[in-house]
């Protein structure tokens, strides 16, 4: 028997990259498994692939591919100060066409919710490419919440040939929505499998990362750290003004210290630097690496965030997570009391943080209901029949 596919994963943002990392490696090693095999039962039976990134964002998408070890194999570099979101649409359609014409792969794997997961999508169904979409099926149904995201997410379903969910609630999403039950494969979701895979290399004894080196440097071992994150396109202005408020009442606190690496966007951050520098207990740091953040992560007490990927992986480190929006496409993580949704309104963030900082003890269940690792030993083995 002959058997091989010719997989192309696209991705332009480090949250796609983190998450697409561990999938890329399990590929491989699959292909290496199966070589092996080749030499005894004489199949050909494995994957050729390939990796296209736009660099939708650059910086923080190199130190992503840096430390997982990737090698793009056609870099669009598509980055640029400021640019609008049609204007960053129109460059991915015009760029990607040449590699899918030149690459002709049979199949282009894409994730979540980017404008280039959705743009890469219709690039490749105008050429007659079949799509796998990793972590399909989140939905809040509200157009503006997240921008563009939402919609992103829901062009891509429309266009995919292969729908990988992370949760038996994103399944019937698609199933509500008319997608064929036999298009959809529940797997769980990669970040966890890319949590793992840093865990591992960041505890070996003779590992060192200079930035982790730096953090134990200033951050005081006797405070409980209050981790923060933001950079919703819905919370700039008013959003991002109220949460600094909030984190400026929490740092009176003398038990406290407040760590934030604050987002590049300059509607973020020169907000955040204008009400937040030089504050006592806390901590304006710049965006640092992937291992970075999940050490950072793991010294935390609790985490104040409006990312997604931050609520899927928090709940294997048992750290409670404060979410910064009035709506969730993850709402396993509320459901299951890990992440509690506060919005943008001062007071609620204020109030919920002093809870936790007082009265968290612990998860009596801590079975995350966005997976254990294995995501992407699932969708290989899918692939592979």
């Not at 990607?96 to 002709?104: K, R």
């Not at 919440?145 to 040939?161: G, H, Y």
């Amino acid at each position: 028997m002959t058997y091989s596919q010719k997989i192309l994963l696209c991705f332009g943002t480090r949250p796609e990259a983190i998450k697409m990392a561990p999938l890329y490696h399990e590929l491989l090693n699959s292909t290496l498994r199966q070589a092996q095999r080749d030499v005894v039962e004489d199949q050909k039976s494995r994957f050729e692939v390939k990796i296209c990134v736009t660099a939708q964002h650059r910086e923080m998408l190199d130190q992503v591919l840096d430390f997982f070890e990737i090698v793009p194999d056609h870099d669009l570099d598509l980055m640029q100060a400021n640019q609008t979101l049609n204007g960053l649409s129109a460059k991915i359609l015009y760029k990607i066409d040449e590699v899918l014409t030149m690459e002709q792969p049979d199949l282009v794997l894409v994730h979540g919710d980017t404008t280039t997961s959705s743009l890469v999508a219709l690039a490749a169904f105008h050429l007659g490419i079949k799509v796998g979409h990793v972590e399909a099926g989140l939905r809040t149904y509200k157009k503006q919440a997240p921008f563009p995201e939402e919609i992103n997410r829901q062009i891509t379903s429309r266009i995919a040939d292969i729908h990988f969910t992370p949760t038996p609630q994103a399944t019937q999403h698609l199933l509500k929505e008319g997608i064929p039950q036999d298009t959809i494969v529940e797997t769980g979701n990669t970040v966890i499998d890319a949590l793992f895979w840093t865990l591992h290399k960041i505890e070996k004894e003779h590992y060192s990362h200079p930035e982790i080196e730096e953090l134990k440097m200033i951050l005081p071992a006797e405070k409980k750290i209050v981790l923060v994150t933001g950079h919703r396109r819905e919370n700039i202005g008013e959003g991002f003004r109220n949460l600094c408020e909030a984190l400026l009442k929490v740092s009176e606190r003398e038990d406290v210290v407040i760590v934030y690496p604050v987002h590049l966007n300059p509607k973020v951050k020169d907000v955040v630097h204008e009400l937040l520098s030089n504050k006592k207990n806390i901590q304006l740091i710049a965006p640092v690496s992937y291992p970075a953040f999940v050490w950072l992560m793991q010294q935390s007490y609790l985490i104040v965030t409006d990312s997604g990927g931050i609520q899927e992986e928090a709940p294997s480190l048992g750290k409670p997570v404060i979410v910064t929006r009035t709506v969730s496409e993850r709402p396993e993580g509320v459901q299951a009391g890990f992440s509690t949704l506060v919005g943008t309104n001062a007071t609620k963030i204020i109030n919920t943080i002093q809870d936790i900082l007082d009265n968290f003890k612990g998860f009596e269940n801590r079975q995350n209901p966005y997976g254990n690792g294995d995501a992407s030993n699932k969708i290989v083995n899918y692939l592979l029949k």
